[in-house]
């Protein structure tokens, strides 16, 4: 079966961790390689905490959620992304479930690596930019 975007299989959205869960959240993936601070696994309900397809340590460290270095950061995480078996693991949870929302802890909802993740899955593993 194809997991590609092209075939239709699934829609992704991304969603603060700390935000209440919704009915309509479909398949709940913690994209974050760390456990976000405050937040029990009860609250967070998840349905699969997805650490390797976070970005790198050495890369989050590098990245620092600064926004000047977000450019690079993203070209980056993109390269990690090519190679990574993990995004295949979203590709086929999204043709099971038909929406995977994308958890993610970072304050900020624009600068982060999971809006870069969620790009790079709709756009069938390319950059939107």
Avoid at 60 to 67: A, C, K, L, N, S
Wanted: net charge negative; with cysteine.
């Amino acid at each position: 079966m194809d997991n590609s975007p092209e075939s239709g299989a699934g829609n992704f959205v991304i969603k603060r961790v700390y935000d209440a869960p919704a009915d309509d959240d479909g398949c709940r993936v913690l994209v974050d390689r760390l456990w976000p601070r405050g937040v029990s696994k009860e609250r967070a309900r998840l349905d699969l905490w997805l650490k390797d397809v976070a970005p790198s340590p050495p890369l989050r460290t590098e990245f620092g959620h600064m926004q000047e270095r977000f450019a690079a950061f993203r070209a980056a995480y993109e390269a990690e992304l090519e190679t990574n078996p993990a995004v295949q693991t979203l590709y086929a949870l999204a043709a099971e479930h038909g929406k995977v929302t994308l958890l993610f802890g970072a304050r900020d909802p624009e600068t982060n690596h999971a809006r870069v993740l969620k790009e790079f899955l709709q756009h069938g593993g390319h950059s939107g930019n």
